[in-house]
């Protein structure tokens, strides 16, 4: 398979993007959108409209309260310990500078406190990143509990990583295939020097109305030749989902420099909370032992 486009968008990208309006299409079934419909349950939407998804997001606190009291296998944070001994922690610059110590004691004034430097995130030589690459699209027959799970998996995994000092950063990920070509769209949820967005993070990989609104809105905003090759519009569906593990992690990835651990979450399609558990052990195990040998 081929990754033919990718549409990378920054959280706040994203969403300055849900208050665009898709243009008229001259192909008129392209003008169907599925995003904004309203619906008597919010069962498989996770909102009953458009308005009710939009303000769960601004509003924030959607999902907290069930997520850090949602319970997770020991093993699978036992899973992570052997990355630990991998990744070191990185060095972030503090208000784009350094300090200057031999200014900073002459009169303590705070402007000589900081030196500006280009880089927002200063890397010493021989540290290690973690970037997390999460795939967020599901089949409509995928149970509510198993996108939650998912989520709830890398929340843990991450907060843990974060509190002994490791940088982090997630991407959610939408990858949708046609034939052999792939589209696929990100939306960062957390950069390297950002401390962690529990918002953020609930509503991008644990909620349906992520995908089901959001997703389908962000498609409906792609030129034509890729949504009607992709079937993004309400009669094609939305996009075909990619068998897990059929992209990897190097065709997934938006860059990578020697300063990055790249992880795919990949576990699209897996319709029971344990199966997601097994597979997200799995999944690290396996890094781990690419990452050693």
Not at 82 to 108: F, H, K, M, Q, R
Not at 182 to 207: G, P, R, W
Request: aromatic residues 12%.
């Amino acid at each position: 398979m081929k990754i033919i486009k990718k549409t990378i968008l920054e959280w706040d990208e994203f969403r300055d993007r849900l208050d665009d309006t898709p243009f008229t299409s001259d192909i008129e079934k392209l003008n169907s959108y599925s995003s904004n419909e309203e619906t008597k349950s919010d069962e498989w939407y996770g909102t009953k409209s458009w308005i009710e998804a939009i303000f769960l997001l601004d509003a924030g606190g959607w999902g907290i309260d069930r997520l850090e009291k949602i319970e997770v296998d020991e093993k699978v944070t036992d899973s992570i310990a052997p990355l630990e001994e991998y990744l070191t922690d990185y060095v972030p610059s503090v208000a784009g500078g350094v300090i200057n110590i031999e200014a900073a004691v002459t009169d303590a004034s705070p402007e000589h406190f900081l030196e500006e430097e280009e880089t927002d995130t200063v890397i010493a030589a021989g540290k290690r990143l973690l970037t997390v690459y999460v795939n967020c699209w599901n089949h409509c027959g995928i149970p509510e509990e198993c996108y939650f799970h998912r989520g709830a998996l890398i929340y843990k995994a991450i907060d843990h990583l974060e509190t002994l000092g490791y940088g982090c950063e997630v991407i959610a990920t939408f990858p949708c295939r046609s034939g052999e070509d792939v589209h696929v769209t990100y939306v960062k949820v957390k950069n390297f020097q950002e401390m962690m967005d529990i918002d953020k993070l609930c509503v991008a990989l644990c909620s349906t109305f992520m995908m089901r609104r959001f997703l389908f809105h962000l498609q409906e905003l792609e030129p034509d030749w890729i949504r009607k090759k992709f079937g993004y519009y309400q009669s094609g569906g939305y996009g075909t989902q990619i068998r897990s593990g059929s992209l990897k992690p190097e065709d997934i990835a938006i860059q990578q420099d020697s300063s990055e651990l790249i992880f795919w979450y990949d576990v699209s399609g897996v319709d029971k909370v344990k199966d997601i558990e097994k597979e997200f052990i799995n999944l690290v195990d396996k890094k781990f032992n690419e990452v050693t040998k």
